[in-house]
């Protein structure tokens, strides 16, 4: 059974920085790409990040590029993301994703981000 | 990379059809087969219901469908049903190897 748990989130001040971390189970996790998706609250989904099966190859969303890092320790099976100079418009669930556009895509629970 | 648009919502009577559509440009929508569709109830998490514009994960209801036209994308649903009432979402694959969300559609059964 696929699984991702994300941890990691909570209450940080503006210009403060936080790492998110996404734990992946029952599936071969170094052969996917994952994602991170945030949603602030009472708004809609919002593409943030990508990271290769391998960790060679990264991509953003452009309003976060030089403030956010994905990143992957696949020896783990787990997913990362660091953000700096966090604003209160970060304020979001963050969630981890399998497969974004795929027929097996899988969501984990989300973190909650409270910058403030 | 602007957000795709999509109606804010969209309404419905039970057992009709109604369509929610999602415009993008030729970078997202118009150049890539890769839109999906994605239903959100209130306080749970995005379920996968469209991918590759048109194909419907093993267990979503065949009343779901999508197509694509240049570039505005379209989920159909048939036969309406109160489990039908959520916010839907799509997503296309960009050419700066990103993806990119729409705006989001509440739908409503009235």
């Known amino acids: 059974e696929v699984q991702l748990v994300e941890s990691g989130g909570g209450l940080v001040q503006p210009g403060g920085s936080l790492r998110l971390s996404c734990s992946a189970s029952?599936?071969?996790?170094?052969?996917?790409?994952m994602h991170w998706v945030r949603q602030a609250p009472g708004r809609g989904l919002e593409y943030v990040s990508t990271?290769?099966?391998?960790?060679?190859?990264?991509y953003y969303a452009d309003s976060l590029k030089g403030r956010f890092t994905i990143s992957r320790d696949n020896s783990k099976n787990t997913l990362y993301l660091q953000m700096s100079s966090l604003r209160t418009e970060d304020t979001a669930v963050y969630y981890c994703?399998?497969?974004?556009?795929?027929?097996?895509?899988?969501w984990g629970q989300g973190t909650l981000v409270t910058v403030s | 990379q602007s957000a795709l648009t999509q109606p804010a919502s969209v309404s419905g009577s039970p057992g009709q059809s109604i369509t929610v559509s999602c415009k993008g440009t030729?970078?997202?929508?118009?150049?890539?087969?890769?839109v999906s569709w994605f239903q959100q109830h209130p306080g749970q998490g995005p379920k996968l219901m469209i991918y590759?514009?048109?194909n419907r994960p093993s267990g979503v209801s065949n009343r779901f469908s999508g197509s694509k036209s240049g570039n505005t994308a379209s989920l159909t649903i048939s036969g309406l049903q109160a489990e039908d009432e959520a916010d839907y979402y799509c997503?296309?694959?960009?050419?700066?190897?990103?993806?990119?969300f729409g705006t989001g559609t509440k739908v409503t059964v009235l």
């Open positions: 994703v399998k497969d974004l556009g795929y027929s097996s895509n899988f």
């Open positions: 029952g599936f071969t996790f170094s052969t996917y790409t």
């Open positions: 990271i290769s099966g391998n960790g060679g190859s990264t």
């Open positions: 030729t970078s997202d929508v118009g150049g890539y087969n890769y």
């Open positions: 590759d514009v048109s």
């Open positions: 997503t296309s694959y960009t050419s700066s190897a990103t993806y990119v």
